[in-house]
């Protein structure tokens, strides 16, 4: 079965310093993972996603993610936060050889930025 | 613009109507999927249709019902509202029924009087 924590609810930082968002995973199958922000009364906006090619990903906004499969992790980092990535953030998986199609959402993390 | 498109973007009705949540997919996706938010429960897949077939339902109540169409639009049906009902609406498509992105809509806000 799949399964995805995202290890803090709530991140606080101060603009400028760095960001770093955690999330493991679960999964019998090789996964594809994701991250969706969301920020408030609006949809969820597609970060970044790992599909099983390069291992360090680069998403919109500054912000990475890498997969490491020994430490079934893919944590969100970004070398220094704005005060506009003050939102809610999501970690996703799925694999493409599971017949559901699920995309199994972590419970998201709240990232506030202090000025 | 994630190209998926979903009306109306506000809802306001009464306890026990019935309301209808439309979703367009972006062009050439086949999946559709509903996701209800709310804050006590965070974000709840409901169900997830591909190419006009139901694909995997989650925590959907029997008051709902959903259904995609030959042009792959898909409708959410809420019936017998209930205040705890209230809550933002998404649904996302996908390219094809088991890999790749989701691509979400703004949602679609219900609020039950």
């Known amino acids: 079965a799949q399964s995805v924590t995202q290890l803090d609810s709530h991140v606080s930082v101060s603009e400028g310093t760095p960001v770093l968002l955690r999330c493991n995973y679960s999964?019998?199958?090789?996964?594809?993972l994701f991250w969706y922000v969301q920020h408030p009364n609006k949809g969820l906006q597609l970060l970044l996603k790992?599909?099983?090619?390069?291992?360090l990903v680069k998403g919109i906004n500054g912000f990475e993610a890498e997969f490491k499969k020994s430490e079934t992790s893919f944590h969100l980092t970004k070398p220094s936060a704005h005060m506009s990535d003050a939102a809610e953030y999501f970690c996703?998986?799925?694999?493409?050889?599971?017949?559901?199609?699920?995309?199994?959402f972590g419970q998201g993390t709240t990232l506030q930025v202090k000025p | 613009d994630s190209g998926v498109t979903q009306t109306p973007k506000h809802l306001i009705t009464a306890t026990g109507q019935r309301v209808t949540l439309r979703c367009s997919p972006r062009?050439?996706?086949?999946?559709v999927y509903w996701y209800q938010q709310s804050l006590d429960q965070g974000l709840q897949f409901l169900i997830h249709?591909?190419?006009?077939?139901?694909?995997a339902k989650g925590n959907i109540l029997e008051r709902f019902s959903a259904q995609q169409f030959p042009d792959l639009h898909s409708e959410l049906n809420l019936s017998s509202l209930e205040l705890g009902d209230s809550a933002l609406y998404f649904c996302?498509?996908?390219?094809?029924?088991?890999?790749?992105?989701?691509?979400f809509g703004q949602g679609t806000r219900l609020t039950v009087v």
């Open positions: 996302a498509s996908r390219r094809s029924g088991f890999e790749g992105e989701a691509f």
């Open positions: 999964s019998s199958y090789s996964p594809s």
């Open positions: 790992y599909t099983s090619a390069a291992t």
């Open positions: 996703v998986v799925t694999h493409g050889s599971s017949n559901t199609g699920k995309l199994i």
């Open positions: 062009s050439g996706d086949l999946s």
């Open positions: 249709y591909y190419n006009g077939e139901e694909r």
